[in-house]
């Protein structure tokens, strides 16, 4: 199996980075694993709530370190968004049978601390790293296909990716007239990336 050189996004606000997620949304399939890493406060949540949007998930995704799992219930697919942040060992992530959870046939799942769950989830996989960006303030959103269902995926993914800043130019400017009519709260994540 050939190494594919990762999918990369820049975000430079929190909308970016919704918008990103949303764009990967519309690309999952019922089984599907997606394991989000980076340090505290990189926006692995707000990612993540871009990912629920894209699914169609009404309310909000908040990040279920205490709970460790939260079910959201999109428009097609279920999104199971865990948090393996508390988790003190993988045979605590095997514990929490997450691979069996997935496999249902109409549920995706994101794990925040991913590379925590790594060892108790299926190889074929999606790992997602934000890091800091080129700039101040910036991220740097990589995605490490692993596994041929995801290698069958990377152009289709790379050319959602790169479509984001249009789609997230009309998100903010929808969500800034909503905000000025007084019609919206924040969004749970809304300030830093």
Known sequence: MAVLPPVTATSSSPGRTRAVGAALAGHLRAGDVVLLSGDLGAGKTVLAQGIAAGLGVTEAA???????????????LRLLHADAWR????AEAVDLALGEEVDDGR???????????????????????VGPGPDEGDRTIE?????????????ELATALAGCDSANAALELRAGRARRAGTTQPQPGEGPT
């Open 62 to 76: 908040t990040s279920p370190t205490f709970a460790l799992l939260h079910e959201h219930q999109g428009t097609g």
């Open 87 to 90: 988790l003190a060992s993988p």
């Open 107 to 129: 549920s995706v799942l994101v794990v925040e601390w991913g590379e925590l769950a790594a060892a108790a989830l299926p190889g074929d996989h999606l790992r997602v790293v």
């Open 143 to 155: 995605l490490t296909l692993a596994g041929p269902s995801w290698e069958t995926r990377r152009d």
